[in-house]
């Protein structure tokens, strides 16, 4: 009886823990921290069969346009790979962009953003290259914080967080799984 009550209560301190970091990271996501910044990483997302950028990937790209139109960085990172539909990613993302009137010389492709954390390593030496020191990363809300949490670990003290402004249904199920993601990035790299 002792083992299942603390099974029990080990259960329940797990599952609060569990919705206490969820409703922090939503709430993270959500509250975009526009700062003047050297450069902005789009993370990549999922190209149409037709080589457009689907629905959550233009969102993210339209406001990158839109926060650089406003001036808030001077160079715009998209970062991606070649997705099973066989498009690269950061290819399709800068040419919507200059689409989008962007000037092509401030759009730097990063062609091996495989996931969160290439993308947060290639950032860093693309900076380091460029001399460039402050960042800020476009995503999806539910994806900034373990974003973030990348790029910390490479030694980016202030990295700041837009998010598109799209929310879908397959959100619930991204939302959960950002948890263990989260914490293998904060334990693995």
């Known amino acids: 009886m002792l083992i299942k009550k603390f099974g029990l ?32 990483v789009v993370l990549g997302n999922k190209v149409e069969l037709d080589g457009q950028p689907s629905t959550r990937l233009q969102a993210r790209l339209d406001k990158s346009a839109a926060l650089y139109k406003d001036e808030y960085f001077k160079y715009i990172i998209v970062s991606g790979g ?7 990613e950061a290819t399709v993302m800068k040419q919507y962009l200059v ?43 539910f994806h900034i914080t373990r974003t973030k949490l990348a790029f910390s670990k490479f030694g980016h003290e202030d990295v700041y967080g837009a998010h598109a402004e799209i929310f879908e249904f397959r959100d619930l199920y991204s939302i959960i799984r950002e948890f263990p993601a989260y914490y293998k990035y904060l334990f693995q790299y």
């Open 9 to 40: 209560l080990l259960f329940a301190i797990l599952f609060l823990w569990f919705i206490i970091h969820t409703i922090i990271i939503v709430i993270d996501g959500l509250t975009d921290e526009l700062e003047r910044v050297d450069t902005a």
């Open 99 to 141: 689409d989008k009137g962007i000037p092509s010389e401030v759009i730097i492709e990063d062609n091996d953003g495989y996931n969160s954390f290439m993308t947060a390593q290639n950032t860093t030496e693309i900076m380091k290259d460029l001399n460039l020191d402050s960042v800020m990363v476009i995503t999806q809300y």
């Open 82 to 88: 070649i997705g099973k539909e066989g498009f690269d």
